[in-house]
Every structure is written in structure tokens, then in C-alpha cells.
């Protein structure tokens, strides 16, 4: 993610074709831009997406993460997305990594 200067708001949702295989996306942000990246997700697996890698120091800041069911999904079956909310806060450039994986196994 590089980031720059003048604030937009962007999303990105990302459906991997296979949970082992590497995706990249590049992403330039404006200074103080909201950045959502959002990927599927089944609570009933046991598995969860985690943001793997520390963003200390870097230009990107994590706000926050959560979890909707898609419409018309319950929670005993259903699937939904797990959305990770970010903001540019300097200038400059970071790398996330996202793992889906159970808790205790990541």
C-alpha cells in the first residue's frame, strides 16, 4: 500500500480461488483515506481471517475487524465476510499479509 496525499474512501473485496494461494493487490491511498478489505468467511469451519504481520511504524493503521453473516445466511450455517478496516496515516508505504486459519494453528 503507497500511500499519498488528498483523502477518498476505497473497498476492496478479495475471494481468493484457493486459501494457499498467494494474491496481491497494489493499493495507493491518499493521506487519511478508510481502506476495507473483505473476504469470505464460514464461522461454522473454525476458521477465521487474521492480519498476520505487524503494522508498527508503518503508514497504514488497523481500525478494526468484523464479521456479517451475507444476507439471508443464520449463524448456525451460514457464511459471510470478515471486513478489515484501515486508514492511511503518513505517508509512505506497507505490506499486509492475511492468513485463514484457526486460532490456536496460525
Known amino acids: 500500500i503507497a500511500v499519498q496525499s488528498v483523502?477518498?474512501?476505497?473497498?476492496?473485496?478479495?475471494?481468493?480461488n484457493s486459501i494457499n494461494k498467494t494474491n496481491c493487490t497494489n493499493v495507493t491511498l491518499k493521506l487519511w483515506d478508510t481502506l476495507n478489505i473483505a473476504m469470505p468467511e464460514n464461522p461454522t469451519s473454525g476458521h477465521t481471517w487474521f492480519q498476520i504481520n505487524s503494522l508498527a511504524n508503518t503508514s497504514i493503521k488497523l481500525n478494526s475487524t468484523n464479521f456479517s453473516y451475507s444476507s439471508g445466511q443464520n449463524k448456525t450455517t451460514g457464511s459471510g465476510d470478515r471486513v478489515?478496516?484501515?486508514?492511511?496515516?503518513?505517508?509512505?508505504?506497507?505490506?499486509?499479509k492475511f492468513v485463514y486459519a484457526k486460532n490456536h494453528t496460525r
Open 84 to 96: 478489515f478496516n484501515f486508514t492511511a496515516i503518513k505517508i509512505g508505504n506497507a505490506m499486509m
Open 7 to 16: 483523502p477518498s474512501n476505497i473497498s476492496i473485496s478479495f475471494y481468493p
